[in-house]
């Protein structure tokens, strides 16, 4: 899920661009980011960030967008753009091809995030109070709390907190809206292991809530 920093400082994990970089044309960056160049990935987000957040922003709804405004949106497309560069799987051969990849990450970046807000403002029964103390961190982060590091932070906090790969596994699908009986389905697994396995899940970070360890 369940993946910080804008405009120059809006893809913070994205490697800062050089002068000479900054003045190429758009084919030529395309050039240098198809041969693995994250310095070409990140002069041509910090010259089109702009663009690209204008097209966002109509993407997100009213109660999305208080809590995740389009240039979170945005530095979540940096960081998924800077690892296809890296690992080499640009494959676009002109600027429409690559405008098309930005959108299409651009799309699955709000998808996720709405997905997320929406499975914690709907939670019921004994789902609510992890719910609640989760959409209040993000808040709180998204409102820029010094500590708390922005919405994915919180997240990626709560991720890190469990034991193993599957507990992580159960959070994210679980955040991304699947049900218990699908989880289980994926995993390979019996749905009432799954079931205990989320009410485990839930009672830890409830503790490390309660802790202050989170």
Partial sequence: MLETEP????????PVSVPPLATMPVQALLARMRAGDRDAAAAFLVNYGDLLRRR?????GASVRRMFDSLDILSTIGRRFDRYVRDGKLQALDEPGLWALLFRMAEAAVIDKVRVVKRL???EGEDSPVAREL?????VAENGHADAGGPEIVLEKALAAL?????????????????????????????VDVRLRWQTIREHLKARFQAGQM
Avoid at 7 to 14: H, K, L
Avoid at 56 to 60: E, I, N, S
Avoid at 135 to 139: W, Y
């Fill in 56 to 60: 966002v922003r109509g993407k997100l």
């Fill in 7 to 14: 405009s120059s400082s809006t893809f913070r994990d994205v």
């Fill in 163 to 191: 034991k193993t790969d599957d507990d992580r596994t159960i959070l994210t699908l679980w955040l991304a809206d699947w049900p218990l009986f699908r989880i289980a389905e994926a995993m390979g697994s019996r749905p």
């Fill in 135 to 139: 959409l209040a961190r993000m808040s």
């Fill in 121 to 123: 403002q709907v939670a």
